[in-house]
């Protein structure tokens, strides 16, 4: 059988340097991302970066390319709208690419080693997309992780949790809206399944991990919103509840304990 070639891409908006703190960290923290992106089994895939700085942490690897959003840095809002037209900036430019999958990642996040594999053994012509149902919420100050679902923390999915969790498939030719850009009906990650089955698609459950990283100072939804308060909580009960992170755990996502606890040390000076 021949194997799925389909192009994979993975999209990163990333936060403006004057929207925060400490853009040290952020580069940190992207930097521990894509380093989980490069442990990857199956290295053909790109990444797209969506920002209005580019961050040094980026080498030179052809696979990886800069886009630069052309309007003006703000504070980030509630409804984290400039995270959104990044993300609509980087799906347009993967499907004029040509499409394939795309997997939008906080640039915070980490992934399985397995996941570009996994997807285009596991997200078939039958599927709009993927979906990663289970993993870690990791406290990047704590280095403690906690399995999600967990009875204690978050009883639901990861997806229901975890942005960094959906792959959709890109096909600009079709004549189905839902295939032809999943984003544009599909929306929160967290009900990607019911509204693809109400629009008359599938969505793969992938048998994958992947790890949400909480407790950095700079995760959005901590701090911003509605449910701040309730992020927060979440933190505290991960913390809690959570294992300590080691080179077992960490390897899962193409990680060292130490580069992690290296991270960590810019996360307190954050």
Known sequence: MTQDRTPFTFGIPLIAREATRNWPLVEALLG????SVAAQTDADYRVVIAGHDAPSCVDDDPRITFLPA???AEPVRADNLDAGRKKHAINAHVAAEGGGFLMFLDADDWIDTRLVATCRAGITA???????TTGFAVDAQGLKAAPIPHPAIFDQDFHRICGSTTIARIEPGSDDPLRRDPHAILHEHYRWIEVAAEHGGQVARLD???????????NHSETHGPFADWRRSFTAAV?????????AFAARFGLTRDAIAAVVETVGRG
């Open 126 to 132: 039958e599927h709009v997309g993927g979906i990663v």
């Open 239 to 247: 913390s809690h509840e959570g294992e300590p992170v080691d080179d």
């Open 32 to 35: 521990l991302t894509l380093r």
């Open 208 to 218: 994958l991990l992947g790890a949400y990283l909480v407790n950095t100072s700079q």
């Open 70 to 72: 052309d309007w003006k």
